[in-house]
């Protein structure tokens, strides 16, 4: 079973890892995912004894700091307050001894009035990481950050360089205060994403109106929505038309027109008129929640480059101290030139640098950021995983029929056997789709209905059956119709005419016999050749076309739309095995589908990204990447913000060890001092959580390049 808290802060990335770790060890846990930027964490345990997994839970926590209060959401409010309070007090004693350290160093003073002064500023600014580190190492946290700021400081003490002890807390300290907030803030802004869910609904009784809770809503109510306001819940227009403004969850700027009879989503703004809305769904399955849901759990797949650096963080450390040692101890004990004073000074410089922390907070904020960026523009990613796959992908595969065309087909041709009329053929091929969810099946039962004016009455059809990839088999007026491709009249035996026709044909046998065809034609979306375009020019060296459909059909828009190879004829099994062919060592495999028949597909490959919604349940599920309007620009505009994502996470890793491994360099060979070490930790760290947050935005050029395509 699933189980979720939210804890209060955590000191630092490194802590929230190690704190991953220790409660993975947990009996009972079978998985544990930790969120440093949303303080979220979530576990899978056994549902078995779940009461005592939980107690020993929340004992792990604390014992491993008791400062980690395990909020539950009604307490927070008063967390806050007294947070603030704290983090007052804190600010004020950080500029008392930064006025202090100022005159320790522009200052002459007798020596006793130069240390009490120092150590009663350093004991104002820095009392609770002394603390801590002696708490943490009764837990057997030895090399904390805490720990190794302690000794640095209390060892530039012993070496009498007073102002510096001091001045190393009191950067320390307003670093990681400004990192907090660089973090926080960036968090807000990838939550503002989420803000678009509304909490209450205006609920249409009888005769009367009620402002309640969405839980109160039932499926099937009626709800009101006014002009300026969000819709609540996803439903359908039962009263009134407007203009939809769904930016927030498209990031499409154009508004969009809806009538009674359309389904809306929940999270857009109702900008014209007051409609009434159906609801069709509850809260929690409403597209925003899942929109919420989805951007929140996103950080919890952690991508192969955040869990290459908490494993490399675990090792540097514990090196950088060892070299610390050697540099501080072993030298001067066996070199007789070397100054003791002097290499212990270097020793302490390496302690001032070795945490890892701008490398294990930048990196994962930095894909946090993307996915917000990506969820902001209609692109929702479900982990930082997937997100860097993306920027790495260099094989697509898209579905032909509701992917590349809009699955909208329009009846073209009829064709009827001698004995038989072409409304006949129509009103049976209709009947026999009436229960399928193919997209082809829709657009004839529509067809069907707007050219009669008749409605389907489901009292002739007696079963009905989806053979996937081929069509359906149904008994309606005691006839046996199968109504398909060619391959499901060969499969069965019919003796028929092959229609050569660069359009679908859908064939029509009763009771074995051949009757008729209805000629269908779908047609291209219009993004969609300058979307494989785009696609191409940021580095994508195979595009291919799987379909079911025939190769006369398919042959035809794969010269369209410009991709590199198509497969036709084949079988939604078919396609799983075709796509294996395609799978090149060490490339990344991309699918496009739309859902219908290719689930499986969608969650074989390395990134399998559903077209057209959120609206549709199993693209949700089963897909890793789901683009929200069916907008095939969406699809490289998603590599652009992958890889794009991908560099500044570069950029951070290079700049935080680069500087690091200077600085040591420089320490070593006795030319760097402690305020060069403090900046390469915090001060490169504030700098590499700004260079995070860049992620978020995603360059005007980008749309820029993708709407004058269109
Ligand atoms: P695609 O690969 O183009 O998305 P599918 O795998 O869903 O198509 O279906 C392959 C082919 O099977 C379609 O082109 C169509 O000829 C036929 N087919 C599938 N389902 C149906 C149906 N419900 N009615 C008629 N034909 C169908
Ligand atoms: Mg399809």
């Not at 809305?277 to 989805?294: D, G, N, Y």
């Not at 700098?687 to 360059?699: Q, W």
Request: glycine share 6%.
């Amino acid at each position: 079973m699933k189980l979720e808290y939210k804890l209060g802060r955590i000191h630092c990335a490194g802590c929230a890892q190690a704190l991953e770790e220790i409660l993975s060890k947990v009996e009972g846990v079978e998985s544990v995912s930790l969120n440093f930027i949303s303080n979220m964490v979530c576990f899978e345990i056994q549902s078995k004894n779940h009461k005592e997994i939980e107690e020993n839970i929340k004992k792990a926590i604390h014992k491993f700091d008791h400062n980690i209060e395990i909020l539950d959401p009604h307490a927070e409010e008063k967390a806050q307050k007294r947070e603030e309070i704290k983090k007052a007090l804190h600010f004020v004693s950080i500029l008392v001894s930064v006025a202090i350290m100022v005159c320790l160093i522009a200052l002459k003073m007798n020596f006793y009035l130069e240390l009490g002064l120092a150590i009663f500023a350093y004991a104002l600014v820095g009392w609770n990481i002394c603390l801590n580190a002696v708490l943490n190492i009764f837990k057997g946290k030895v090399l904390d950050e805490n720990f190794l700021m302690t000794v640095a400081t209390i060892g530039a003490f012993v070496l009498g360089e007073f102002s510096e002890a001091v001045g190393v807390m009191v950067f320390y300290q307003i670093g990681e205060i400004f990192q907090n907030l660089a973090v926080k803030n960036s968090e807000r802004a990838i939550k503002s994403i989420a803000s678009v869910k509304e909490s209450r609904a205006c609920l249409v009784l009888d005769n009367a109106e009620m402002d309640v809770t969405l839980d109160k809503v039932s499926v099937g109510d009626i709800i009101r929505v006014k002009v300026g306001e969000r819709i609540p819940l996803d439903g359908v227009i039962c009263e009134g038309e407007t203009y939809l403004n769904t930016s927030a969850l498209t990031g499409e700027s154009q508004e969009k027109f809806v009538k009674v009879g359309d389904d809306v989503l929940s999270g857009s703004i109702v900008t014209s008129a007051v409609v009434l809305i159906e609801v069709t769904k509850l809260e929690h399955e409403s597209t925003v929640s899942k929109i919420v849901e989805l951007v929140e759990k996103s950080s919890m797949n952690k991508s192969k480059t955040e869990k290459f650096i908490s494993k490399f963080s675990k090792y540097y450390t514990p090196v950088v101290v060892g070299l610390a040692l050697v540099l501080g101890f072993i030298v001067p004990a066996f070199w007789a030139y070397a100054n003791w004073n002097e290499w212990l000074y270097r020793a302490l410089v390496f302690l001032v640098v070795s945490c890892p922390c701008a490398l294990v907070i930048s990196v994962p904020l930095s894909f946090f950021a993307g996915v917000g960026a990506a969820a902001r523009n209609g692109v929702l990613v479900k982990g930082a995983n997937f997100l860097e796959a993306l920027s790495q992908s260099k094989t697509f595969v898209f579905d032909k029929t509701g992917t590349l065309t809009y699955g909208s087909f329009k009846v073209t041709n009829i064709h009827a056997e001698d004995d038989k009329t072409e409304d006949e053929i129509l009103e049976f091929v209709a009947y026999a789709e009436n229960f399928s969810n193919h997209r082809i099946a829709k657009s004839i039962v529509e067809e069907y209905k707007s050219k009669t004016g008749k409605d389907i009455n489901f009292a002739w059809i007696n079963g009905a059956n989806e053979i996937p990839g081929e069509g359906v088999s149904a008994n309606i007026f005691s006839i046996d119709c199968l109504v398909g491709n060619a391959k499901l009249m060969k499969d069965n035996g019919v003796k028929f005419v092959e229609h050569d026709s660069p359009f679908t044909v859908v064939y029509l046998a009763q009771n074995g016999t051949f009757a008729g065809w209805v000629e269908i034609q779908d047609q291209i979306r219009k993004e969609a050749p300058s979307s494989i375009q785009t696609l191409k020019e940021l580095g994508a060296e195979n595009i291919s076309m799987f379909t079911g459909d025939s190769a006369a059909v398919a042959k035809v828009v794969a010269e369209k739309i410009g991709v590199d190879c198509y497969h036709a004829d084949l079988l939604p099994e078919g396609k799983v095995e075709k796509l294996y062919e395609h799978i090149e060592n060490g490339k990344k495999l991309v699918f496009v589908g739309d859902g219908i028949n290719d689930a499986p597909i969608l969650s074989t490959v390395d990134v399998g990204i559903a077209m057209g919604g959120i609206g549709s349940d199993i693209a949700v599920e089963s897909a890793d990447v789901v683009i929200m309007d069916d907008d095939l620009s969406k699809i490289p505009l998603g590599v652009m913000i992958a890889k794009r994502t991908k560099r500044i996470v570069t950029e951070n890793i290079v700049l935080s060890l680069g500087v690091k491994v200077v600085v040591l360099i420089l320490a070593s060979l006795g030319l760097s001092n402690m305020w060069l070490g403090v900046f390469a930790d915090v001060g490169v760290a504030l700098l590499a959580v700004l260079n995070a947050i860049r992620a978020l935005i995603v360059p005007r050029k980008y749309k820029h390049k993708l709407d004058k395509q269109k």
